[in-house]
């Protein structure tokens, strides 16, 4: 089983631009896809992005299609969310999450979770 932690959150003005890391234990990580999500008070978890084992197949949500880039370092067992061009509506709780394969992943079927970590973009 893998654990996941996020790091890379904070405040930053509408046009800046974050990374957000998420650091992977075990040995397995390289075999799961990986996904961020995120969650706005009062909203529900939106799928922002995910990316197969091999980086090879990457999605992204239309809300931060050209905005957003999700890559993973295998051998570091991490990966990362490139966030430019914040805007206040991308403010939320950032949580990354693995799944078994890049078909789960798709189906939303994700096994560990991180704890997430906060983005906050003001105007």
């Known amino acids: 089983q893998v654990q996941l932690v996020e790091s890379g959150g904070g405040l930053v003005q509408a046009g800046g631009s974050l990374r957000l890391a998420c650091a992977a234990s075990?040995?397995?990580?390289?075999?799961?896809?990986m996904g961020w999500f995120r969650q706005a008070p009062g909203k529900d978890r939106e799928s922002v992005a995910r990316?197969?084992?091999?980086?090879?197949?990457?999605y992204y949500a239309d809300s931060v299609k050209g905005r957003f880039t999700i890559s993973r370092d295998n051998a570091k067992n991490t990966v990362y969310l490139q966030m430019n061009s914040l805007k206040p509506e991308d403010t939320a709780v950032y949580s990354c999450?693995?799944?078994?394969?890049?078909?789960?992943?798709?189906?939303?079927?994700?096994?560990?979770w991180g704890q997430g970590t906060q983005v906050t973009v003001s105007s």
């Open positions: 990316i197969s084992w091999s980086g090879g197949n990457t």
């Open positions: 075990g040995r397995t990580f390289s075999s799961y896809a």
């Open positions: 999450a693995a799944a078994g394969s890049w078909a789960q992943a798709a189906r939303g079927n994700y096994n560990t």
